[in-house]
């Protein structure tokens, strides 16, 4: 298992979870959900600068079927940008089926009302993303997930990307 900090995200449209592990990959941990105003990216970017994080992992969420609809499509595109950015730290996608359901499951398991979650869910999804990532690596010895390419803005301006 490599040592250093990851930041885990899970993407939406509404709001941005973010979660970050210790220096030894063991804990993922909430730290914010963060609106997608666009100024998400420019969170997350610091938070890996401040934290000196290894990666950044993203959460894909694929369909039950392991197809990719347009939250994953949004997803890829939050990733590159955010890749950009952050270069060279590498940002990795990771398939997130379930995380926001297991989420939903610890909050009511912790007591927390259905009503509290909407303030905290994503930053726990975050969290179970990157759990999930970890717990990949440890099983595997490698990264967890799809690294993602670094295209230039020009790529992702001809491929329709600039969401």
Known sequence: MRRGVRIGVDVGRARTGVASCDSDGILATPIATLPANGT???EVAREVRERGAIEVIVGLPRNMDGSEGASARYSRRWARRLARRIAPV??????????????HAQLHEA?????????????VAATVILNNALEAERLTGAPAGELVAEITEAQSEAKGDNE
Request: charged share 35%; net charge positive; proline share 3%.
């Open 40 to 42: 998400d990216v420019s």
């Open 90 to 103: 590498p940002v990795r996608l990771f398939d997130e089926r379930l995380s926001t359901v297991a989420a």
């Open 111 to 123: 007591g927390r009302s259905s009503r509290r979650h909407r303030a905290v869910v994503d930053q």
